[in-house]
């Protein structure tokens, strides 16, 4: 009997071992894109200047074009997809799926999904940015 019950407590020892270790991954994959990038688009005309964009940690993100604020939204991520929705000021209404990588300090992302009004975002996303913060 004491050894069933050394085994049901090891059992559930390892489980909320394990249950932490994939909660505390998560948690860091979810930061993981979190800073300040820019890029600057020459072309197309309507989408020129430069861009930055500034993910938080709590994931919200904002948009500026050569420093005015276009929109803010909020996203999810893991270590190599991030999902951009409710975006607000740009006339974006849909989500955005796509996958990112990192190389040192430039991030490049690739359109996995994004909404037909969102167009002009997928654009600006093909673009290389540079991690400044």
């Given at each position: 009997m004491v050894h069933v019950v050394r085994?049901?407590?090891l059992i559930v020892v390892v489980a909320a071992v394990a249950?932490?270790?994939a909660v505390s991954s998560v948690a860091?994959?979810?930061g993981g894109i979190s800073g300040t990038y820019t890029t600057t688009i020459k072309?197309?005309?309507q989408l020129k200047g430069r861009w930055v964009?500034?993910?938080a940690q709590g994931g919200s993100y904002t948009v500026a074009v050569n420093g005015q604020a276009v929109a803010r939204g909020k996203y999810t991520s893991t270590a190599r997809t991030i999902t951009l929705h409710r975006e607000q000021g740009s006339g974006c209404t849909g989500a955005g799926m796509y996958s990112w990588k990192r190389s040192g300090t430039t991030v490049s992302?690739?359109?996995k999904r994004e909404s037909a009004s969102c167009q002009a975002r997928a654009?600006?996303?093909a673009h290389r940015f540079t991690q400044v913060r």
């Open positions: 085994q049901r407590s249950g932490a270790i860091l994959a979810a072309s197309p005309a964009l500034t993910f992302f690739t359109r654009v600006v996303l």
